[in-house]
């Protein structure tokens, strides 16, 4: 039995927990390659390797996190997981972005203790915090409404981190980052509603194998990592390309919250539509608008301003479908297996291993790959910048074309 109609004020205090996961998402998955790069001279294979093997490393915990939260969560409750993970979040965020003295002196090592920390809490965050939520309702209607509301205070938190880090730079957005973290945390702890029943999960030895034993998520899982690697590929390289390849880093971060703000304001349409065609069709439709939008970058160049925020604009209006749609389609395959309330923590490992492996293995193979190609950060080689329009806009739009096609073909479209 869970809670089936939730008021507004309770999908705030769940889904404001959101905004500092976002926070600190975006300077680690944006801004991390280009601050190592240039403060520590670190070559992009060195970043993109660390990168890699900080989420290789989550590839162990993720999962293990899941079932920890599944297998104790009934007797704690999730509020003790929030506990915990975030001083380890917050410690891992600063020593990432205003490593010590001694850093300068193994840069490498400093960079990749600091990616496993920060990662090791963000992960025991993101994981219970969106269990928690997916234990809460199983309702249609109610599931997407818990979903973009977390993630439109996601959003919100992802505009703040891009406006500060342009306005105000890292010791700001630092600060924000911080004092968000415990505000929300304590809004989340103290108002934010608890599952009517907390069922204690029959076995535990099957646990990190169970999420593969359900045919629908695993049609699932194989459209989230393509359609997330497309969209982790210009993550990656969007200070890059708009540095090098358009010539106006300085409006970096105009171009991040013009994108970011049409996400948010996105989210309300895209839970109407998929209140009336389903969740899986409004996200079909979303992939197509984003590839018809997204392709046109790769024939940009020095100075179009107008151009790119054009498809900065368009392209973040489908956003907003990439973060609603998935995680409330996630707590429908949940509740379909049977597993609402007892299991959703081993989903969410692999969903949360799955999240953090699609930025690795855009920055594990992009970066290298285009240093291989001759692109080098600054430099201003025809056959580099090339490379790097290919890597940002057309690779991004296959792949968005191969996760359109896999979901057309799954079973999800008929999910309810």
């Not at 705030?12 to 998955?29: E, H, K, N, S």
């Not at 969410?348 to 699609?358: C, I, Y």
Request: glycine content about 8%.
């Amino acid at each position: 039995m869970t809670t089936k109609t939730l008021r507004f004020s309770a999908l705030l205090a769940y889904g404001l927990f959101g905004l500092p996961l976002a926070m600190v998402a975006l300077p680690i998955y944006v801004y991390v390659p280009q601050f190592y790069s240039e403060r520590f001279h670190l070559s992009l294979s060195l970043i993109g390797g660390a990168l890699l093997l900080a989420r290789v490393f989550d590839a162990f915990i993720d999962p293990a996190m899941g079932a920890w939260i599944d297998r104790t969560q009934a007797r704690t409750g999730y509020p003790r997981f929030i506990l915990i993970a975030a001083p380890v979040l917050a410690a891992g965020y600063f020593a990432l972005f205003h490593p010590l003295m001694l850093a300068g002196q193994q840069p490498f090592a400093w960079f990749l203790a600091s990616l496993a920390v920060v990662y090791a809490g963000f992960s025991l965050a993101s994981i219970a915090h969106q269990s928690w939520g997916a234990a809460l309702t199983q309702q249609a209607g109610e599931r997407i409404r818990l979903t973009s509301t977390r993630e439109a205070c996601g959003l919100i938190g992802v505009i703040g981190a891009a406006a500060l880090s342009q306005l105000a730079g890292i010791a700001w957005l630092s600060l924000a980052f911080m004092m968000s973290l415990l505000l929300a945390g304590f809004f989340l702890i103290r108002y934010a509603p608890r599952p009517l029943s907390l069922a204690k999960p029959e076995r535990q030895d099957a646990s990190l194998r169970l999420p593969f034993q359900n045919r629908v998520f695993r049609w699932l899982f194989a459209v989230f990592v393509m359609n997330g690697i497309a969209a982790a590929i210009p993550a990656t390289l969007f200070l890059f390309f708009v540095r090098d390849r358009l010539q106006l880093a300085a409006s970096s971060g105009i171009f991040l919250i013009l994108y970011f703000v049409a996400g948010a304001f996105s989210m309300p349409l895209w839970v109407l539509l998929a209140s009336r065609i389903g969740e899986a069709r409004a996200w079909l439709a979303a992939m197509l608008l984003s590839v018809i939008v997204f392709v046109w970058a790769y024939l940009l160049g020095a100075g179009d301003t107008t151009a790119f925020g054009v498809i900065c604009v368009l392209s973040g209006f489908t956003l907003g479908a990439d973060l609603a749609l998935p995680p409330a389609l996630l707590a429908a395959v949940i509740r379909d297996g049977g597993h609402s309330g007892r299991r959703e923590g081993a989903y969410f490992g692999v969903w949360s291993w799955a999240t953090k492996m699609n930025l690795a293995l855009a920055a594990g193979i992009s970066l290298p790959l285009l240093e291989y190609l001759g692109y080098l950060p600054g430099a201003g080689s025809q056959q580099g910048l090339q490379a790097l329009s290919v890597a940002y806009a057309l690779v991004p739009c296959a792949l968005k074309l191969a996760a359109f096609i896999i979901l057309w073909r799954s079973p999800l479209r008929d999910l309810r």
